[in-house]
């Protein structure tokens, strides 16, 4: 069982920056993927970014399209932690992001084996 702790969001004005951590704790593996989902109030949740390992190496990055050039996800493997540096803020990414990890390589909602509980990012206009 694989846990997962978040660290980081709060609120901010459009044009900010915040970065978000997230530690997986538990029985990783040597492949795998980490990410970051957002879930607005009465939208449905959506990936954001994720970042896959395999033996230990950082491999193919995903971005979705609303993110593109202002979000960097990045990983420590040795402490098997995740990253997302979020620059350029918009009103519309305010949501609930949650970190997430998957076997494999890929990371969508189906793939995904553990959740983190979320932490909530607020940017105002």
């Known amino acids: 069982q694989v846990q997962l702790v978040e660290s980081g969001g709060g609120s901010v004005q459009a044009g900010g920056s915040l970065n978000l951590s997230c530690s997986a704790d538990?029985?990783?593996?040597?492949?795998?993927?980490m990410g970051w989902f957002r879930q607005a109030p009465g939208k449905e949740r959506g990936i954001v970014a994720s970042?896959?390992?395999?033996?230990?190496?950082?491999?193919?990055?995903y971005y979705a399209d609303s993110v593109k050039g202002r979000f960097t996800i990045s990983r420590d493997n040795a402490k098997n932690t995740v990253h997302l540096q979020m620059n350029n803020l918009k009103a519309e990414d305010t949501a609930t992001y949650y970190c997430a990890w998957g076997l494999g390589l890929r990371l969508s909602a189906k793939d995904v084996v553990s959740w983190g509980q979320g932490t909530q990012v607020t940017v105002s206009s």
């Open positions: 970042i896959s390992r395999i033996q230990g190496n950082s491999g193919n990055t």
């Open positions: 538990g029985r990783t593996s040597r492949i795998d993927t």
